[in-house]
Structure formats: structure tokens, C-alpha cells
Nanobody, 124 residues
């Protein structure tokens, strides 16, 4: 089992920045990929970014490319999402997730473990 805990959400004005963190515990040695997803009210949960835990390769949704940066600190078993130039349409609950087998990084169906989510609200 892998446990995930997000932190760092909040309220920010458009154009501002936030950094989300996701701390992993448990069988962290089994993690292959970690990702960030988000879900706005009335919408499907969508892919934001992902990182291969050992190699560090990264993947981004088109909507966040150039504005968001995903990173990880293997020693701390923590993943980050630096969000810059935030827009009102980035408002959502952000979830971190972990895969323990190799699946497409952008598909939510490949992630077995999920955090509880953290709210990000961007005001215009």
C-alpha cells in the first residue's frame, strides 16, 4: 500500500503562483509514476502532469505546459507541482496519484493510489 497526502492549496489571484506538495509513505519503493490530476465542479477528473519516479521524465497536459512544473525529491518521497501564471480556469481540487506498474502516465485509470485532494481557487 502507498499513502499520499497533498498540501499547499489555497486561494490566489489570477497571475499568481502556488506550490503543491504530495508526500508518499508506505511501500514507496514500488512507485513507478506519480501524477497530478484535477477536478472542477461538474467536470471529469483530468490529467495535469506526471513524473517517472526513478528516471525523472515528465509529462504535461497542453493546458498547463509552460506554466506548471512537476518535480520530485526521492529522498523525501515527495512530489511537487509549481503552478505559475495561474488562471481562473485552473480552479479545481488537485489530486496526487501513484502507479506501481507501468501504465500510460496521463490516464487516471492506471493509478491505484490517490490522495484526498487539495483545493486550488484562482480569482479573477
Amino acid at each position: 500500500q502507498v499513502q499520499l497526502v497533498e498540501s499547499g492549496g489555497g486561494l490566489v489571484q489570477a497571475g499568481g503562483s502556488l506550490r503543491l506538495s504530495c508526500a508518499a509513505s508506505g511501500r514507496t519503493f514500488s512507485i513507478y509514476t506519480m501524477g497530478w490530476f484535477r477536478q472542477a465542479p461538474g467536470k471529469e477528473r483530468e490529467f495535469v502532469a506526471a513524473i517517472i519516479w526513478s528516471g525523472g521524465s515528465t509529462y504535461y497536459a497542453d493546458a498547463v505546459k509552460g506554466r506548471f512544473t512537476i518535480s520530485r525529491d526521492n529522498a523525501k518521497n515527495t512530489m511537487y507541482l509549481q503552478m505559475n501564471s495561474l488562471k481562473p480556469e485552473d480552479t479545481a481540487v488537485y489530486y496526487c496519484a501513484a502507479q506501481t506498474t507501468m501504465r500510460p502516465p496521463s490516464s487516471k485509470y492506471g493509478y491505484a493510489y490517490w490522495g484526498q485532494g487539495t483545493q486550488v481557487t484562482v480569482s479573477s
